[in-house]
C-alpha cells in the first residue's frame, strides 16, 4: 500500500501537505491545482499499470464531466473514475480530452467518441448528442435503449455496509446523506437512503430520527452528526453515503469527546485513496472505480470497431472494505 510519504514525492509536496489536504484540513492555505495534484497522486498510486507497447490508436476521445475541479476535491469520487478513465485511455494511448475545459464554447473536433461521467440534466444530454458520436455514460444510466452504460449496484453495496452492522449487533444505525438530481433538474432521494429506509424496516430497527439529509461533504457530515448527537435517540452506528461525509464525522465524533469505534462505528461508501489514511482507517463499501473507468473504455472501444447498435448496460459489484471504524456496540 502507498504511504503518505510516496504520494508526497509524487505529487511534489510535504508529507505534512499531504497528510492535511487527505483531512480536508480547512486551515491549510494552498491552491486548488495543490490538492487536486494530491488527490490525483493518491489514485494514481492505487493502481498497478503494466507497462505495454501498443501502436498508437488513432482515435480520438473526449472525455465529458458533469462535476467541476472544486466539485472534484470535495467528494474525490468522481475523481478516481476520471483516473482510471485516463490511464486506461493511456494505456491505449487514445488521444483524449476534457471536453469541459478544452472546448471555451467551441466543440473538439474530430472526436470519434465521447465518455460522460457523472449525472446529467437534459440540457447536458442534448449538447453530449449533439456531437453525433458513440457515447458510453459512466455512473448514470439515462436511456438503457439508447445508451451504453457503466453502472454501481447501489442496493447490494447499501444491503452489504448495513448487514455488516447488523451483524456487530447496532439496532439504532443512523443514515446521514444528501439529495440526488436527475437530468431535468428533479430531486429525488438518494437511493442508499432508500435502501436503507426500506431495510431497517424489514428488520424492525427503522428511526427516522436518525436519518439527517444535507449535501455530500465533511461540513454536511460535521453538522449531521453533531445534530443527530444532540438528538433524544442516539446511533451507535452510523452509514454514510459517502467517504468525505464521513470526515466531517470524524471531526464531529472528535470535538464531542466520542470514540470511533467505541462509542460510535461509522461506515463509509467508495472506499476513496484517502479512506485507509483516516484515524482509525475507515470501514467502507468499495466501489471498484478503476473498473468502471476500464469498462467504459473497452465499450467504447467495442462500439467503435464493431458498429454495434445494441446497448449494453454494465452494472459492477461492491465490496465491503473492513478497517476500523467498525465494532460491536459497548453493553
Not at 507497447?53 to 469520487?77: A, H, P, Q
Not at 485513496?273 to 484515524?279: C, D, E, N, R
Amino acid at each position: 500500500m502507498a504511504t503518505i510519504k510516496d504520494i508526497a514525492n509524487l505529487a511534489n509536496v510535504s508529507i505534512t501537505t499531504v497528510s492535511r489536504v487527505l483531512n480536508y484540513d480547512e486551515t491549510l492555505n494552498v491552491s486548488p491545482e495543490t490538492r487536486r495534484r494530491v488527490f490525483e497522486s493518491a489514485e494514481d498510486l492505487s493502481y498497478v499499470v503494466a507497462p505495454k507497447k501498443k501502436k498508437k490508436s488513432k482515435w480520438r476521445v473526449g472525455i465529458y464531466d458533469s462535476f467541476s475541479m472544486e466539485e472534484e476535491l470535495v467528494d474525490t469520487y468522481y475523481l478516481s473514475i476520471r483516473v482510471a478513465l485516463e490511464k486506461k485511455l493511456i494505456e491505449k494511448q487514445i488521444e483524449f480530452y476534457r471536453i469541459d475545459e478544452e472546448q471555451n464554447g467551441n466543440k473538439p473536433k474530430n472526436l470519434d467518441g465521447i465518455l460522460a461521467l457523472g449525472t446529467f440534466k437534459k440540457k447536458d444530454i442534448e449538447k453530449i448528442l449533439d456531437f453525433g458520436k458513440p457515447c458510453i455514460f459512466v455512473d448514470s444510466n439515462p436511456d438503457p435503449q439508447y445508451y451504453d452504460s457503466v453502472i454501481i449496484d447501489f442496493n447490494s453495496a447499501t444491503r452489504k455496509a448495513l448487514d455488516h452492522l447488523i451483524e456487530l449487533g447496532h439496532e439504532f444505525i443512523g443514515f446521514i446523506g444528501g439529495v440526488e438530481t436527475d437530468m431535468y433538474g428533479n430531486r429525488f432521494k438518494d437511493l442508499r437512503q432508500d435502501v436503507f429506509e426500506k431495510y431497517l424496516k424489514e428488520k424492525n430497527i427503522f428511526n427516522e430520527e436518525l436519518v439527517k439529509i444535507g449535501g455530500y461533504d465533511p461540513k454536511d457530515g460535521y453538522t449531521n452528526l453533531r445534530e443527530m448527537l444532540a438528538g433524544k435517540v442516539k446511533p451507535t452506528a452510523v452509514f454514510v453515503a459517502n467517504d468525505t461525509i464521513a470526515v466531517g464525522c470524524y471531526k464531529a465524533a472528535f470535538e464531542l469527546g466520542v470514540k470511533i469505534p467505541e462509542d460510535l462505528s461509522i461506515v463509509g461508501f467508495n472506499d476513496v485513496a484517502t479512506a485507509k489514511y483516516m484515524m482509525p482507517p475507515l470501514t467502507t463499501v468499495k466501489l471498484y472505480t478503476e473498473v468502471m473507468g476500464e469498462t467504459a473504455v473497452d465499450l467504447l472501444i467495442d462500439r467503435l470497431t464493431t458498429k454495434r447498435e445494441v446497448s449494453k448496460k454494465i452494472i459492477i459489484d461492491t465490496k465491503l472494505v473492513i478497517r476500523e471504524s467498525s465494532a460491536k456496540p459497548q453493553k
